[in-house]
């Protein structure tokens, strides 16, 4: 048995040992990249503005830096760029107003439809449910048909 | 010349499916054996006319023949012969004449392989599959003929879209294809079984082998599609929550989801209804896909080649659902389920919750990636719906299917003692509560990657201790040789060792938790430390290699003080097309990537370089190793109904 | 009646997903084009020196005028096919009042400044900052845009891609004859 776990508890110590950052970035440099991975890059637009290098990107991420140095919070950098872009350059969409029906539908109905499971299988089987339905008049005819065809 | 008759052999396909599907249907009505024999003939005649439309594209690309549109748009003299070969699916076009192909192929083995057994259902089958056949002939004859004469005729084409050019492009989209299409058969063989009126459920033990090489195909084209982004697009990732990527993970996780639930149904006689709707959805999805990518209805990167076929997509799937539907709801009969109710510690329930997680993951997908349309339909707004959404929804559904993978491991058919649930659970709960508790207190990491880690070595505890069980029950038994200790228990190992690649996948994604990046400019005969590497700038380098002009910066690398190698990341210029594409360069370990990518070549003779160090991402594409493994054992199983029916006959 | 329930919300399920995307395809707008939450303000103030005269131009000294505001760069492909279109507009109506700037983004001077040349551009055009304050206050998206601003100085209207002449003579010709 340890041939196989053993490389499973090296796999999840090793894990642990990796988790701080291999680079201790700059306090600044590090919200700037939080902060660009929120936001959606207007040009290429499957990136955010982190992973861009489009001009305007570069320009948006200077932007941010200089915000940040001006001491401006995260909200307001984020307010800045939505207040030109609108809601479009957030990469999710914030948890407001109708966004609450994107937010909470996937959640909630996962949860329900988890903890119906659950209940139903908790409870006890009744006996009512045992009772067998009797046969329709269409199953009736088949069953006729079939001793029919065997006759 | 050639062309034309590529464009006529799509033409007499066309018409031939059309006379099968007709033959076919007046021949279940009419019980006419010559009919139903005459429509499975004109089935296999419609894939000799594709091979030959096939055959007649590869020949046009070979010989650089410019005057079809598609050819001159994807191909150019100068393109690598493989590459030409692999161009007919680099387009819209010529990839729905790949998939047809695979269609056609299918249909001719079914149409083959099952007229002893499942003879009652396979005209129905071969009708349904044949719909599917028409409708993609129709588009490529109407809408997207890659067979399309270009006028004037140019003297080069265009040249293939240089991302394609790389080996696992070439491979992920038929990977892709044959998983899509594979979940075609399964499908038809349920609508065919209901349509036929046939009761008995033989059609779950006829494509068990179909569902499982289709997922697996499903499943290896998704990590190929990864590997591909990880290594063509250069942002250090392989996974963007794109539009397109949304649609091939949503079949997945539905087609997961029955892959589960069908062994409830062939086992237990249980979920009828339920395996029937996820195989309408998981077949319906994996065209909603193609519909996604190439209709334009959604921002996707993907949406390279957009093309006005959405219309008739969306007409084809209004058709499979609401047909399917119909069936369903007209023979309510086949879904009575036998009375009586398994205890809560079952295998049943389990894969139950499991479906429950799946199909909230799926559902989260599906109402992410169409959201944008409900806001901007519903409240007239605009929205964007990337990465941070998906993760932050589907990492805590994810989490709880992980555990749920885990549980299910141990828990047997109908019900399990709490003796065998303490003894198989209590080392892996402590375990990864110890793992979360230390992971959140102790080293402060995101909660989200804690717990996913825990849940990870959760199931990889319960999966490896019952596979290791497999293995001393057949020492046990006293098997002598090694091939039988190895080759036996095929369905249980089978099943094991895919959990287990699924673990190692978990695993990999953990590393996107803490891998690092930085982005710096250097100067020849300068270093940069990164993480525990230290890159130098040797010098610029300018080189020619297949059909493009590289350039870019030759790097020395060193860890430790030890040298490890020189890597090359470049900018390829292409001839045919404007913009320079990055090819990253990847120093790979067993625990981490080191992945370089160029930014840009300074004027003053610098080099800026976006470094990221991605940690354990090689267990990703590794995973698909186990999987592989896996599927064998699987496949080599045979279930015990079918082994009886065997030897009755 | 489980069964009625799973079939029923199965249909408006599909029902449902199919209105959508036939709503996708043929009303909604490009996914592409992303709107301006800046129609209807006011347009943020900025100050630049022209590449051709060396002059010092602030957008508020053209109160009570109705301004185009271009957005271009010398890469830009678009940029070359509208070219000749704002040039001849410039020609028809800064005579009569109106005022035609056009702000280069991302770009070497060299470079604007040939193209300039090439088209024979003669409006006032003038480079971004140097961190490109002045197309991120607008919310440019890509170039070319163009920003239609009226004597108040409130932005009324943009377009994406290259411009179309009509659209500027009648947006000019609600204020000047």
Known sequence: MKFVKSPIIALVIALFFFTTPAIAD????????????????????????????????????????????????????????????????????????????????????????????????????KKANKTLKPLSDAEKAKIDQALDDIS | MIVDFGYYAMLA???????????????????????????????LATFGMVIIAYLALTYAFLTNDFSIKFVANNSSTDLPLFYKITAVWGGLDGSLLLWQMILSFFTAIIAIRYQKQNKEILPHILVILGFSSIFLLFLLIGWSNPFLQNFPTVGEGRGLNPLLQNPGMVIHPPTLYLGYVGFNVPFAFAMASLWAGKESD??????????????????????????????????????????????????????????????????????????????????????????????????????????????????????????????????????????????????????????????????????????????????????????????????????????????????????????????????????????????????HIQWQFAFLSAMGLFAGWTVSSELFKSFSRAKAKGEQTFIAKIWTDKRKRGGMIIHLGMVVLIIG????????????????????????????????????????????????????????????????????????????????????????????????????????????????????????????????????????????? | MNRKLVISLGAAAIIGLIALFFYGIYFASDPKSIPSALIGTKATDFTTITFLEDRQITLSQFKGKPVIVNFWASWCVACRQEAHIIEAAHQRWTP?????????????????????????????????????????NYGVTAVPETFFVDPEGIIRHKVLGAVNGRDIDQFISKYIQ
């Not at chain 2, 992980?402 to 047997?412: A, D, E, N, W, Y």
């Not at chain 3, 005022?99 to 055009?125: C, Q």
């Open chain 3, 96 to 136: 009569k009042g109106a005022v035609f700037i056009g702000i280069a983004i991302n770009d070497e001077r060299a470079a604007s400044l040939g193209f300039i040349a090439k088209y024979g551009k003669s409006y006032l055009l003038a480079p971004d900052d140097l961190t490109g304050n002045i197309s991120l």
């Open chain 2, 202 to 443: 033989d059609w779950i033990l006829a494509t068990r082998r179909w569902t499982l090489v289709s997922w697996f195909f499903l499943t290896t084209g998704m990590i190929l599609g990864g590997n591909w982004a990880y290594i063509e697009l250069g942002w250090g990732g392989y996974w963007a929550w794109d539009p397109v990527e949304n649609a091939s993970l949503m079949p997945w996780l539905t087609g997961t989801a029955y892959l589960h639930s069908v062994i409830v149904q062939e086992k237990r006689n249980r979920l009828k209804l339920w395996n029937m709707l996820l195989l309408i959805a998981t077949f319906a999805l994996t065209i909603l896909g193609t519909f996604i990518t190439r209709s334009g209805v959604l921002n996707s990167v993907h949406a390279f080649s957009k093309s006005n076929i959405g219309p008739a997509f969306l007409v084809f799937i209004a058709i499979i659902l609401v047909a399917s539907h119909t069936l369903v709801i007209m023979k309510p009969n086949h879904f009575r389920q036998p009375e009586g109710k398994a205890g809560a510690w079952s295998k049943e329930n389990g894969f139950l919750l499991n479906n429950v997680f799946f199909v909230g993951m799926c559902f989260t997908v599906l109402y992410g990636t169409i959201f944008p349309l409900l806001a901007e339909g519903l409240f007239d707004k605009k929205l964007s719906i990337q990465a941070p959404f998906f993760n932050s929804i589907m990492l805590p559904l994810g989490i709880f299917l992980v555990l749920t993978m885990g549980i299910t491991q141990v828990l047997g058919w109908k019900n399990t003692s709490q003796k065998m649930l303490k003894k198989n659970l209590l080392i892996p709960s402590v375990l990864s509560i110890v793992v979360i508790l230390a992971g959140l207190f102790a080293f």
């Open chain 1, 26 to 125: 700059e306090a600044l440099e590090h919200k700037v990249k939080e902060l660009a991975h929120q936001l959606r890059c207007p040009t290429c637009q499957a990136l955010s503005v982190k992973e861009s290098e489009a001009g305007l990107a570069t320009n948006m991420k200077t932007k941010i830096r200089e915000m940040l140095v001006e001491g401006k919070s995260d909200e307001q950098v984020l307010q800045f760029f939505v207040d030109r872009y609108g809601e479009w350059i957030l990469r999710s969409p914030p948890k407001t107003g109708t966004n609450l029906l994107l937010w909470l539908a996937p959640g909630v109905l996962t949860a329900f439809a988890a903890f119906s499971v659950i209940f139903v299988l908790k409870s006890k089987p």
């Open chain 2, 509 to 649: 994604f953990c590393g996107n938790f803490y891998g690092a990046e930085k982005a710096f400019t250097l100067y020849p005969n300068q270093v940069e430390q990164v993480g525990k590497y230290k890159i130098k700038y040797l010098r610029e380098v300018n080189y020619q290699s297949n059909n493009a002009r590289h350039v870019g910066a030759d790097l020395t690398l060193e860890a430790n003080g030890k040298y490890l190698g020189n890597i090359r990341p470049v900018k390829a210029f292409y001839p045919t097309r404007p913009e320079p594409m990055t090819e990253v360069a990847i120093y790979r370990t067993m625990l981490e990537d080191l992945y370089i990518s160029l930014s840009s070549l300074n004027e003053d003779g610098s080099v800026t370089l976006n470094v990221y160090i991605n940690p354990l991402v090689n267990l990703v594409w590794g995973s698909m190793g186990f999987f592989i493994v896996g599927m064998f054992y699987s496949i080599a199983y045979k279930p015990a109904q079918l082994r009886k029916k065997k030897g009755e006959a």
């Open chain 2, 13 to 43: 396909a066309l018409v031939l499916t059309s006379y099968a599907v007709f033959a076919g249907i007046t021949g279940i009505k009419r019980n006419s054996a010559n009919l139903i024999l005459s429509a499975r003939n004109a089935h």
